[in-house]
């Protein structure tokens, strides 16, 4: 197992990585960061949970030009949540530098109160493709500085039909660019996006290594569910439980039931 410093990585940048508590990089960091920092185009496929968003932000903040004065890098993103996740880890991980401005730009919030914020100036937007056309369409968005362009959850995107919208937006943006796709499945449709947004792309995969799971699985047959729920829980004592339930309904009827002082004991 390598560690973040066998990486070409600054020590400023190796000392926030300590202080947020990352050790070691996964393997598609491992991979994408000194392929990106070198500037390739690149194609990465790697399941959920794998570190992608790291993989792509720490080598976009490490670049990031701080003379300048327009945005330099431009995320697209399928959902708001995804867009204040990957904001939220970008101004992590941009701790060690002086003023990085992350602004988030998606649909259903107010379009005047992100044109402000675009106007006090951003070095990283991040936006869904809906809002992020919207405001190209406005001319109240400078993209004729973006330096590096990361589509994220591509997969996703094309599944809620944002293909056209994303090539929009991209046919926009500078040709002398870096380019970088992040996915964690990798559907034929996808050439659609590759073959006019990448340029020669370097192709990273991180198969799905199946690792044998320590969970112990036990089977009951009950009668009355609520009650076994309620014994099971006291017999096991559990810190965390996870319980599904089928509908809305029998969840709010299941949290009640634990939360009311005569369910657990
Ligand atoms: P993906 O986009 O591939 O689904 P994320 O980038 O959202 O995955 O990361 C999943 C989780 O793993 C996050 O909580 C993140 O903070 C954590 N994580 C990322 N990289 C590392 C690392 N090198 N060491 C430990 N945890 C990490
Ligand atoms: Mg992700």
């Known amino acids: 197992m390598i560690s973040f410093k066998d990486l070409p990585l600054p020590a400023d940048v190796l000392d926030n990585l300590t202080s947020l508590g990352y050790k070691t990089p996964t393997p598609i960091q491992e991979e994408a960061i000194p392929a990106i920092l070198k500037g390739k185009d690149i194609i990465a496929k790697a399941k959920t949970g794998s570190g992608k968003t790291l993989a792509f932000a720490l080598p976009l903040i490490l ?4 003379t300048e004065h327009f ?13 204040e996740q990957i ?5 992590k991980l941009a701790r060690y530098k002086a003023d990085v401005k992350v602004i988030t730009l998606y649909g259903g919030t107010s379009l005047t109160k992100q044109v402000s914020s675009l106007e006090k100036g951003a070095d990283i937007l991040v ?3 809906g809002r992020l056309l ?9 993209l004729g500085q973006i330096k590096t362009l990361i589509l994220d959850e591509a997969d996703r995107m094309l599944d809620m039909g944002f293909a056209d919208d994303i090539l929009k937006i991209v046919s926009n943006l500078p040709k002398q660019r870096q380019s970088l796709l992040f996915s964690a499945t990798y559907p034929e449709n996808i050439n659609k996006l590759t073959k006019v947004i990448l340029k020669n792309p370097l192709e990273i995969k991180v198969e799905r290594k199946e690792t044998k799971v320590a969970i112990e699985e036990h089977v009951y047959r009950v009668d009355d569910k609520e009650k076994a729920l309620l014994a099971t829980l006291q017999h096991y004592q559990p810190s965390l439980a996870l319980v599904f339930c089928n509908t809305k309904v029998k969840t709010a009827e299941i ?3 634990l939360d009311a002082p005569k369910g657990l004991t």
Request: hydrophobic content about 30%.
């Open 255 to 257: 949290s009640d039931m």
């Open 87 to 91: 904001a939220g880890e970008c101004k």
């Open 127 to 129: 936006g869904t493709p």
């Open 134 to 142: 919207d405001h190209f369409s406005r001319e109240t968005i400078h």
């Open 71 to 83: 945005p330099q890098a431009l995320i697209i993103v399928p959902t708001r949540e995804l867009c």
């Open 63 to 66: 670049k990031l030009d701080e």
